[in-house]
């Protein structure tokens, strides 16, 4: 199972975190975050080892600004967290595997997604707030039941320590991995090593 770190910024937290069984960090480059990475963070990045892949977190942010980060970061993807349409998302594609973000709720419009799949190699489905992701709010998981495309998801919004036994009993056929955020922080952009590791003790021994 792919197991995503998002929101880390401080070097040695990144260090810590990432000498657990993780597979992606995400790095926020959305201004409005609190978790949001400057140009000041910029050595913080450096901290990220070559197995682990950089996942850079993006809301309706212009192309260009994108292309520049993919560049100086050498990100493996771009998560695309906000309104982003096709035209958008084909561009990106060009440059840089795409994570496409759903925000889920119950009246969700699941025609919307299948144009997408040619072009994400994974799509992210978040819990739908008023603001754009680390809500530390769950969505029924139950509402995947309608997702019948062939790529592959994420499933984010709300997973904390508790929630190992919850992700193993979950089950779809493109289901390959999970998101952790908020729920797993001490301060905005700062997780708990200890409280990730306990969690991937029991997600990896149930």
Not at 109 to 128: G, N
């Amino acid at each position: 199972m792919i197991v995503k770190v998002c929101g880390l910024r401080d070097k040695d937290n990144i260090k810590d975190i990432c000498t657990s069984d993780i597979q992606m960090v995400g790095l926020n480059f959305y201004p409005l975050s609190s978790r949001y990475i400057s140009a000041y963070d910029e050595d913080s990045i450096s901290a990220i080892p070559n197995y682990i892949k950089k996942v850079g977190v993006f809301v309706n942010a212009d192309i260009p600004f994108v292309t520049d980060k993919i560049d100086t970061y050498q990100l493996d993807y771009v998560q695309l967290h906000g309104d982003e349409d096709i035209s958008y998302c084909e561009k990106m594609s060009k440059v840089c595997r795409v994570i496409k973000v759903f925000r889920i709720d119950a009246t969700f419009d699941w025609s919307i997604v299948p144009p997408y799949s040619k072009i994400a190699e994974y799509f992210l489905f978040d819990t739908k707030t008023p603001a754009f992701g680390g809500s530390g709010k769950k969505f029924g998981w139950d509402i995947l039941d309608k997702y019948e495309e062939a790529t592959p998801f994420l499933l984010s919004g709300g997973i904390g320590p508790a929630d190992a036994i919850m992700v193993n009993q979950f089950q779809h056929p493109q289901f390959v991995g999970i998101d952790i955020n908020s729920k797993f922080e001490l301060a905005p952009a700062v997780k708990s090593k200890q409280l990730i590791d306990t969690f991937l003790t029991v997600l990896n021994t149930i």
